[in-house]
């Protein structure tokens, strides 16, 4: 009699689990309701914009960042590795790094990939024997692509 119990309790447990579960049916109405709702509501309309001057102060006074490390080439394009690189980008992805090194070179840079002893891909924008001409290359860069903001030194070892 105890083992008959317990079977039916155990039919009625999987019986009820089974019946907790959703159904296609109720997502699906739940996913129209949810467009409907979304076509319901107007767009918001966008606020005017006002362009303003934008201010541009010398790089020079902002401090840049400058790390000292060693650089092994991995793909030069006939280009070389001077004392002052400008870095426009670090990736742990070998692909990534090519495919923002690719872009420059398309664009007229002389874009060298390298990685470092910790295994990042460097992309240098451009590479110059002195500081100056490196600062000078570096707000040209920030200027052209608004985007490598962060651009940094790269004094090669």
Do not use: H
């Not at 923002?100 to 990685?115: H, K, M, N, S, V």
Request: glycine share 4%; aromatic share 8%; hydrophobic share 40%.
């Amino acid at each position: 009699m105890r083992k008959n119990l317990i079977w039916g309790l155990s039919l009625l447990l999987i019986a009820g689990m089974a019946s907790c579960k959703s159904s296609q049916s109720a997502y699906k109405a739940a996913y129209e309701k949810a467009q409907e709702k979304k076509i319901e509501e107007p767009a918001p309309t966008p606020a005017p914009v006002v362009e303003q001057p934008v201010a541009t102060t010398p790089s020079t006074t902002a401090p840049v960042r400058e790390q000292s490390e060693r650089l092994n080439v991995v793909d030069a394009n006939g280009a070389s590795l001077n004392a002052y690189n400008v870095i426009v980008g670090s990736f742990r992805q070998r692909l990534n790094a090519q495919s923002l090194c690719e872009r420059l070179r398309e664009d007229g840079y002389p874009a060298i990939l390298a990685q470092n002893a910790e295994g990042w891909y460097r992309v240098v924008a451009c590479s110059f024997d002195n500081r100056p001409a490196a600062v000078q290359a570096r707000e040209a860069l920030q200027a052209k692509y608004p985007q490598f903001t962060d651009a940094w030194f790269l004094i090669n070892k």
